[in-house]
Nanobody, 121 residues
Framework: QVQLVESGGGLVQPGGSLRLSCAAS????????MGWFRQAPGKERELVAT???????DYADSVRGRFTISRDNAKNTLYLQMNSLKPEDTAVYYC???????????????WGQGTQVTVSS
């Protein structure tokens, strides 16, 4: 089994910054692409940013220029640096990882449990 654990969420004022982390643990696995999604109350889950194994990144238009996704492959950890936060960024943020596991064919997508980000004065 592979587990993803997010951390770093919290309450921040508009214009502030937060850094989310997502640590993957388990055995006999390797990680391909990783990403961050978010879900606000009453809304569908939406893509925030993705990063490939080679660190190619992509962002939702709503966060481009404010958020930065990165990864530390040696630590199996994903990050999301969020700057210039807005109230509309308030949501539960989830990380995911496309994982290759020994004994399984293809890629398996795993999700973290989510971390709350609230932007409010």
């Amino acid at each position: 089994q592979v587990q993803l654990v997010e951390s770093g969420g919290g309450l921040v004022q508009p214009g502030g910054s937060l850094r989310l982390s997502c640590a993957a643990s388990g055995s006999d696995f390797s990680i391909n692409a990783m990403g961050w999604f978010r879900q606000a109350p009453g809304k569908e889950r939406e893509l925030v940013a993705t990063i490939s194994t080679g660190s190619t990144t992509d962002y939702a238009d709503s966060v481009r220029g404010r958020f930065t996704i990165s990864r530390d492959n040696a630590k199996n950890t994903l990050y999301l640096q969020m700057n210039s936060l807005k109230p509309e960024d308030t949501a539960v943020y989830y990380c995911n990882a496309d994982v290759r596991r020994r004994g399984f064919r293809g890629l398996i997508r795993y999700w973290g449990q989510g971390t709350q980000v609230t932007v409010s004065s």
